[in-house]
């Protein structure tokens, strides 16, 4: 039977020594949803994500990308086949202007990747799409800047951008608000508004506010085992949610 199109996570287990980070769990992102991954602290929301991108080996279990079996490629090569996870794909190269940055994103989604590290000064091609995610993304004033001049905030929409600019269809975002203010975390979540529909977002937050406001799909990870999945609405009236992980009273 042929595998439905987006990410199929079914029954990943992870132990570290003694202890079980993920047992037996499973979700489903489907193309153009953001799918939000929540849970307290420890309940192995980001050893899922390392778990996808390649950084770390399930112990069991099956990841599937658009049909194709990705648990057992290394991590170039899940790039190549369109997921991206932001820090890890969209390092930001400090001494390197921001519009510089995204070049280099741009060129490393093209066949000639072994080109990357070519001066992207002398690759103007490059420019104009650059430019282009970074008014998406609303950098576009800050371009001819170095990227380490960038407040974190700009930084956490840099590096969203920079995973943008290589094409995925699935991206992974560890709790892309993590630090940032009032002001600026609104800018954040209006940008992840914006890339709803055009790629699959899987997101790992914290901030119930804004997990509400965009997420299509909610799974709940607690103990390494996913309790619950549903639109929101379903997911705040979770019984066991609310006791397991928004702290509220079922009485």
Request: proline share 5%; charged share 20%.
């Amino acid at each position: 039977m042929t595998a439905p199109p987006g990410l199929q996570v079914d029954g990943l287990r992870k132990r570290f020594g003694g202890v079980s980070a993920l047992d037996d769990a499973s979700l489903a992102v489907k193309p153009g949803e953001l799918h939000a991954l929540i849970g307290p602290n420890g309940a192995g929301k980001t050893t899922l994500i390392q778990l996808v991108s390649g950084a770390e080996r399930a112990d069991a279990g099956r990841i599937v990308l658009d049909g194709a079996v990705i648990d057992g490629l290394p991590m170039h090569r899940r790039v190549a086949l369109g997921l991206a996870r932001s820090f890890q794909i969209s390092s930001v190269f400090p001494a390197f202007t921001v519009l510089e940055n995204v070049a280099l994103a741009i060129q490393a989604r093209s066949r000639a990747r072994c080109a990357v590290w070519r001066p992207v000064a002398g690759q103007a091609a490059l420019f104009e799409p650059a430019r282009r995610v970074l008014d998406v993304v609303g950098l576009g004033a800050r371009s001819d800047i170095a990227a380490g001049a960038l407040s974190h905030g700009e930084r956490r929409r840099l590096e969203i951008g920079l995973t943008v600019a290589t094409g995925a269809r699935l991206l992974l975002l560890d709790e892309p608000l993590a630090g940032l203010g009032p002001d600026e975390s609104a800018r954040v979540v209006a940008l992840l508004r914006t890339f709803k529909g055009q790629a699959g977002i899987l997101l790992v937050e914290h901030d119930m506010d804004a997990v509400f406001q965009l997420a299509d799909r909610i799974s709940v990870l607690v103990h390494g085992r996913v309790i619950a999945s549903g639109v929101p609405q379903a997911i705040r009236a979770h019984p066991e949610v609310r006791r397991a992980y928004l702290g509220e009273s079922t009485a």
